[in-house]
């Protein structure tokens, strides 16, 4: 049963990425004192992942957005152990991580029919409640969608990430010459001849600080953690959000990009990262591209001229990196086609590594089922062999 409550949403337009549910556990049934009959018990809330399913469609299917399980049925003569209330399914996208009002995390859900008990039923009325039911938990969960992209556009503001996507795919998102241009998260999908699609995000634009909450901050780089493959995109001629603040060149701002990521989370340089070099329309663009592939071919030849608060623990190291313009289209193709390459090289490693545990879990059940006929004998005759 779905009854009709409260929910809180996070939400870019059409694009949500989190919602606040309140779900309820069915109450038990009534026992029956005189001839000692057990109420059923009240039915269970769990949470389901389904491949089709986005928190927009959740929200919209459900706007009344209170979760509630079926009772358990009362004991009575002609069925003394009463019936199991009716469970809730909360259907979800898969990659939702899902947490309590606290915040502590209650599981997560990684794939199509993957189920979280999220509020349990109440208990049917017995001897040990006087026959009296009790009540089903009651909680509040806050579904969190953890991948929202293949591919999340990182960069500091202005440095052509909108334009970027508009080019890529078939997305229009707003693009002007102001530095927060992006404040939501804009999601295109880059279409190949085979019909492949690899979904991009454009991430709101990181500013130094970020990983103390400063600018978009926290919510900034949870996106970022969200996604397959980082794809960084620099303006070749550095970057200056104010007159108040620095200027800083593309090589500067590469660094103190992958500074604001080791910062939050040290995972997130782990992650496969393509670069984009920008505006490579630009005058004197090629000797600035230049410059900048020298720096980053031997960083440490010039970390040194930097302040060590800037400096990041590990360089990040970019598969490829690709001189494009967004303005006049130098360089698109080719960076879809690295897109495209490191996606599948990542797809394959992915696949090698499942299988790999496959194998492993086979040759652990075969290597179980061999040695349960074993007497206690051959387990000490075994021993002897490998002392």
Known sequence: MVRCGCVLS????????????FTKGGTGGMGYPRLGGEGGKGGDVWVVAHKRMTLTQLK???PQKRFVAGGGANSRVSA?????GKDCEIPVPVGISVTDENGKIIGELNKEEDRLLVAKGGLGGHLLTNFLPLKGQKQV????????????????PNAGKSSLLSKVS???PEIADYAFTTLKPQLGKIMYNDFKQISVADLPGLIEGAHR???????????????????????????????????????????????????????????????????MDLPGAQDKFLELMNQLQNPKDFLHLFEKSMIPKRTMEFQ??????????EGIEELKTFIRKT?????????EEYHKKQLLNLHISDTVSYTEPSSKLAVTSSRKDIN
């Open 10 to 21: 996070r939400k870019y337009g059409n694009f949500i990425d989190n919602l606040r549910l």
């Open 60 to 62: 919209c299917k459900y």
């Open 80 to 84: 003394l152990k009463g019936a199991k």
């Open 141 to 156: 969960i806050h579904l969190d969608l953890k991948l929202i992209a293949d591919v999340g556009l990182v960069g500091f």
């Open 170 to 172: 078939h997305a229009r």
């Open 213 to 279: 909450n400063r600018g978009m901050g926290h919510k900034f780089l949870k996106h970022v953690e969200r996604t397959k493959q980082l794809l960084f995109v620099v303006d070749v001629s550095g970057f200056q959000l104010s007159l108040k603040t620095k200027y800083r060149t593309a090589f500067e701002t590469i660094l103190l990009l992958t500074k604001e990521l080791e910062l939050f989370k040290e995972e997130l340089q782990v992650k496969p990262a393509l670069l984009a070099v920008n505006k």
């Open 320 to 329: 490829h990196i690709i001189p494009i313009s967004a303005v006049t289209g």
């Open 343 to 351: 996606m599948d090289e990542y797809a394959s490693r992915e696949n």
